[in-house]
């Protein structure tokens, strides 16, 4: 069976700009939950934000990876699961190719990829487990789109907001957002006056409060 439910935009482009300056670290000061732990970027500069748009593959047949594209929209981000195969590259050159035309934010894969001198080439920010010379193959046994999948453990639901950078991906909603948002975004801006006690000649450990457990 093949599904291909709408297309879901949780998060205008203004909501995006709110929140692309956030850091996944900095939301790990706050919370465990919704972080994409064992997928890592395939290419140098992997920071984006975008809508979540969902792909379900079985193991060997990508033909959802390839339909995806052609609801897509500018600035997404193309989700795959692959149902726990972690042998095989569902993303290789033209896949990323393709993605580049599309101009989405990122993909994430909990999987393998191929190609990775054209990927690395090509610039669309992939993230996956790691690089595989096998590959999946458009058989048409069955596939899913813009329904929920799991990602290395988190559930990812069409629309969500996905924040990745070199350190890793943070997945969120409207819930977590509301209640991490604005903390994070002030922790960062608490920095900058961090780094000038710090170059004025304070400690880190006094800074933070860790000097207290010494004393």
């Known amino acids: 069976m093949f599904i291909l439910n709408q297309r879901i935009e949780n998060y205008t482009q203004n909501d995006i700009e ?7 670290s ?4 706050m919370t465990d939950f919704g972080f994409i732990k064992n997928l890592r970027p395939q290419i140098d500069n992997c920071q984006f934000i975008g809508n979540a748009v969902t792909v379900r593959i079985p193991h060997m047949d990508s033909s959802a990876v390839h339909k995806v594209f052609d609801i897509v ?4 981000v193309v989700c795959i699961d692959m149902s726990g195969d972690i042998d095989r590259a ?8 393709m993605a580049r035309e599309k101009k989405i934010a990122g993909a994430i894969i909990d999987g393998c990829v191929t190609d990775i001198k054209a990927l690395r080439e090509i610039g669309v920010p992939v993230f996956a487990r790691r690089v595989s010379p096998l590959t999946t193959r458009i058989l048409g046994i069955e596939g899913a789109i813009n329904t929920a999948v799991n990602l290395d453990g988190v559930t990812v639901f069409p629309g969500d907001l996905v924040i990745a950078d070199n350190d890793g991906i943070f997945v969120a909603n409207e819930q977590t957002l509301n209640e991490y948002a604005k ?9 900058i006056a961090m780094k000038q006690r710090i170059d004025a000649g304070e400690t880190l450990a006094a800074i933070s409060g860790a000097a207290k457990y010494f004393e």
């Open 18 to 24: 709110q929140y692309r300056q956030i850091c996944p």
């Open 26 to 29: 900095t939301i790990g000061h």
């Open 73 to 76: 929209k500018e600035g997404d």
């Open 90 to 97: 569902c993303w290789g050159e033209m896949v990323s190719y």
């Open 183 to 191: 903390r994070a975004l002030h922790a960062q801006h608490s920095e």
